[in-house]
Structure formats: C-alpha cells, structure tokens
C-alpha cells in the first residue's frame, strides 16, 4: 500500500508486529548480522515461499509517483524502479520503503481480514494504522534491538544498519522510551 492514504488494520501490539520482523531474520538466519540484506530477502522470499506473488519493477508512470505499492490480497508488490536501484546500492531510505512494502505484505494481506481504507480525515489509532505498522516493522527489521546499546548515537545506526537518520533517531528515542528493553 501506498503512502497517500492510510488503511486500517486489525490492531496488532508493537510487540506482535516486532515478533513478525523477528521471524523473517530468524527464517534466514540473520538474527547475527545487523546490516539487513532486504533487497536479497525480499527476492528470496517471493521466490521460494510466494511463487503465487509477483515482484514487479516498476517506471515512475507506473507508479504514480508512489515508491512501493502492496496488493491489499497479496498479489503482488510493486518497487518504483530508482527505489529498486537505491535499494541494491544500500540508499537508506529506499532500504526503508522496501522493508515497509515487505511489512504490508506480511502484516496486510490476509484476505480474511481485508483492510477498510480510512477516510484521510480519520484519526488512526497507532496500533490500528496500517501505515504505522508498517513502518514499525521495517524500523525493527532493520534496526533489531540486540544490536543496539543505550550508549549508541543516531550515528552509530547509519552506520551499523543503513537507515536515515530520522530513522535511527525515532528508533533510539523509542528504545529510550521504553527502557531499552
Ligand atoms: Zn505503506
């Protein structure tokens, strides 16, 4: 799903949705690497376990200017081309936008709870916010709390997983938050 609107979503804890982002690293043993390889996971994981879903590449016509689109039944996830080129090359937020659209895949597409797309003017709980869960999903999929310490800087994150540095800083202020459990 894209961006532009938001849909809502059967509420899940962050908890649960952090369990989910958990699963992918521990079904290709990555729990030990930090930096996620999320272009290569997503093309295995379509490849091996979603031969039903196709992985398309998409022009920015295509697209409509959005850079990820999932299907709301699980047919396909669709990469704006220069997102796709970003990814592989490691640009942060491109790394970012491919693990949202894996989140939505995984979290959104089960087609006995469809998702109702909210009215742009309704307020989202958070734990109802497709768009927040999705988010949530990439944050800890790419950024696993186990690697981090409360003695890293936003700076370390960069390095260490490359994300953004909005990214890095909502995730340690969140880990703060929470008491770095
Ligand atoms: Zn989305």
Same mark, same amino acid.
């Given at each position: 799903?894209?961006?532009?609107?938001?849909?809502?979503?059967?509420?899940?804890?962050?908890?649960?949705?952090?369990?989910?982002?958990?699963?992918?690293?521990?079904?290709?043993?990555?729990?030990?690497?930090?930096?996620?390889?999320?272009?290569?996971?997503?093309?295995?994981?379509?490849?091996?376990?979603?031969?039903?879903?196709?992985?398309?590449?998409?022009?920015?016509?295509?697209?409509?200017?959005?850079?990820?689109?999932?299907?709301?039944?699980?047919?396909?996830?669709?990469?704006?081309?220069?997102?796709?080129?970003?990814?592989?090359?490691?640009?942060?937020?491109? =790394? #970012?936008? *491919? !693990?949202?659209?894996?989140?939505?895949?995984? $979290?959104?597409?089960? @087609?006995?709870?469809?998702?109702?797309?909210?009215?742009?003017?309704?307020?989202?709980?958070?734990?109802?916010?497709?768009?927040?869960?999705?988010?949530?999903?990439?944050?800890?999929?790419?950024?696993?709390?186990?690697?981090?310490?409360?003695?890293?800087?936003?700076?370390?994150?960069?390095? =260490? #997983?490359? *994300? !953004?540095?909005?990214?890095?800083?909502?995730? $340690?202020?969140?880990? @703060?938050?929470?008491?770095?459990?």
């Amino acid at each position: 799903m894209g961006d532009m609107y938001d849909f809502r979503a059967p509420a899940m804890s962050w908890a649960q949705v952090d369990a989910a982002a958990d699963s992918v690293r521990n079904s290709f043993r990555l729990e030990e690497v930090a930096y996620f390889p999320v272009v290569d996971v997503v093309e295995k994981l379509l490849a091996n376990r979603f031969e039903e879903i196709s992985f398309e590449i998409c022009t920015h016509a295509e697209m409509d200017g959005a850079e990820g689109l999932t299907c709301p039944r699980g047919q396909f996830i669709r990469i704006r081309e220069d997102v796709y080129e970003e990814a592989c090359t490691g640009g942060v937020r491109a =790394r #970012f936008t *491919v !693990s949202h659209e894996l989140g939505h895949l995984l $979290l959104h597409t089960d @087609a006995d709870k469809p998702l109702a797309r909210a009215m742009s003017h309704e307020q989202l709980k958070p734990y109802r916010s497709a768009e927040k869960q999705a988010n949530r999903f990439a944050s800890t999929l790419l950024m696993p709390s186990r690697h981090i310490s409360f003695l890293d800087s936003a700076e370390d994150l960069i390095e =260490r #997983f490359g *994300v !953004s540095r909005p990214a890095a800083s909502y995730r $340690l202020d969140d880990l @703060a938050k929470r008491g770095w459990r």
